[in-house]
């Protein structure tokens, strides 16, 4: 009876010290990662007065946003205050980039998946407004893509 007893108490507490193990580690794992990812792209872009990490330059406005609590995925930005016009950027744990190209024109809103070539992904490839509207505002997507570049050095 002593034997069951104390091996109950053993896998408990066997259990429960696996459980926090796995959360510590997955808590520093979280850190670590985002903290490395994010490290250069914040460097240029430290954390205003009411801690977030944007600035104004030349009509831009230039973000980052590290990821929340447990999660992987943050995002950089270029806005064109003047064209309304935006390109995300989200930094892939794996290594690359997705990008999202964000416009508004005649009350309209739109938001289009692109690939570093500056085409519509395979997810707004069929889609034909996507298409044209990326093909029309090439111009500000191109110069997004590079004021990106000279904050963050991509290449």
């Known amino acids: 009876m002593m034997k069951v007893e104390l091996m109950k108490k053993v896998n408990i507490k066997t259990i429960l010290i696996l459980i926090i193990s796995i959360f510590a580690v997955l808590n520093l794992s979280w850190f670590l ?6 490290d250069g792209f914040v460097e240029p872009i430290p954390k ?8 104004k330059k030349d009509n831009y406005v230039y973000s ?3 990821p929340d ?11 064109n205050t003047e064209k ?13 980039y ?3 190209f964000r416009l508004q024109e005649e009350g309209e809103a739109y938001e289009i998946y692109v690939d570093k ?6 997810k707004d490839k069929g889609d034909p407004d996507a298409v044209q509207k990326v093909e029309e505002h090439k111009a500000e997507l191109e110069e997004l893509f590079s004021k990106a570049n000279e904050m963050w050095q991509f290449e």
């Not at 609590?69 to 806005?79: E, Q, R, S």
């Open 64 to 66: 980052v946003k590290k």
């Open 33 to 38: 990662v985002t903290t490395f990812k994010y």
């Open 98 to 100: 997705k990008y999202g």
């Open 84 to 96: 309304q016009t935006s390109l995300l950027i989200w930094p892939l744990i794996s290594g690359g």
């Open 69 to 79: 609590y447990l999660y992987y995925t943050g995002n950089l930005a270029v806005d």
């Open 117 to 122: 070539n500056m085409e519509p992904t395979n």
């Open 48 to 55: 205003n007065k009411w801690g977030l990490h944007f600035i």
